[in-house]
């Protein structure tokens, strides 16, 4: 019988957060956000998935480790798919320095608005 208290692995709720954060940052920064939190979070998955393959009866929420890691994938993979969205429209309107004229028209447009 094993008599042993299982704790909860250290990084599994936080790895789940920047997973779910990572969503949202994929859509403010061209991606490049989402892959800072995504990563991150993958990164805690993986840490924390070694200290549960050395000792498997010690930890209770390795579910929660795994929905975080998939979470962290899709995060990754909307990141990717967000950055090369971006990649393209910029390129489509003739590049950098199109891009930003637009961006200053934009804001032009806004501030004369209000």
């Known amino acids: 019988m094993n008599d042993q208290v299982q704790q909860k692995l250290p990084n599994a709720t936080i790895a789940l957060v920047l997973g779910i ?3 949202i ?5 061209m991606g ?3 892959f800072i939190f995504s990563g991150i ?3 805690l998955v993986l840490k924390d998935t070694k200290l549960y393959t050395e000792d498997p009866d ?7 480790l795994n929905t975080a890691k998939i979470i962290a994938i899709i ?3 909307l990141a990717a798919l967000s950055f090369i969205y971006s990649v393209y429209q910029i390129w489509s309107i003739g590049g950098w320095d199109a891009y930003m004229e637009q961006v200053q028209e934009a804001m032009e447009q806004f501030q004369n608005a209000g």
């Not at 940052?25 to 920064?29: G, I, K, L, P």
């Not at 010690?58 to 929660?64: C, E, G, M």
């Open 21 to 23: 954060i990572s969503f």
């Open 25 to 29: 940052a994929c859509c403010c920064s």
């Open 32 to 34: 490049i956000g989402g």
């Open 41 to 43: 979070a993958y990164y």
């Open 58 to 64: 010690a930890y209770s929420n390795f579910s929660q």
């Open 75 to 77: 995060g990754l993979i």
